[in-house]
């Protein structure tokens, strides 16, 4: 049975850093690539940042350059480093696995979800 248990949300202040973890059981970890996602009140949910099994790394245009998604294998967990955090990110994010990179920027496609930690910029 997968699951994915996200943790490291909490209030911060703009300009601050959080990060986020993403806690994986069920699954063969090291061959799967791992996606971030989040769901602002009133807002579909959308990708932010994947990594493929290799390591590669896609962010979404709004992301890049203040969030770093990594991966340990040996403890089978993703995170999000996320630096200089704004208002806007305010959200629940999430995690998921894929089969690539460009199916973890399909979040229709995506089954399974965990309950997702929240965060909270404060201006």
């Known amino acids: 049975q997968v699951q994915l248990v996200e943790s490291g949300g909490g209030v911060v202040q703009a300009g601050r850093s959080l990060r986020l973890s993403c806690a994986t059981s069920?699954?063969?970890?090291?061959?799967?690539?791992m996606g971030w996602y989040r769901q602002a009140p009133g807002k579909q949910r959308e990708f932010v940042a994947g990594?493929?099994?290799?390591?590669?790394?896609h962010y979404a245009d709004s992301m890049k350059g203040r969030f770093t998604i990594s991966r340990d294998n040996a403890k089978e967990t993703a995170y999000l480093q996320m630096n200089s955090l704004k208002p806007e990110d305010t959200a629940v994010y999430y995690c998921?696995?894929?089969?690539?990179?460009?199916?973890?920027?399909?979040?229709?496609?995506?089954?399974?979800w965990g309950k997702g930690t929240l965060v909270t910029v404060s201006s």
């Open positions: 990594i493929s099994a290799s390591g590669i790394t």
């Open positions: 998921n696995t894929a089969t690539s990179l460009i199916a973890a920027m399909d979040v229709s496609a995506m089954g399974y």
């Open positions: 069920g699954i063969d970890f090291r061959y799967n690539t």
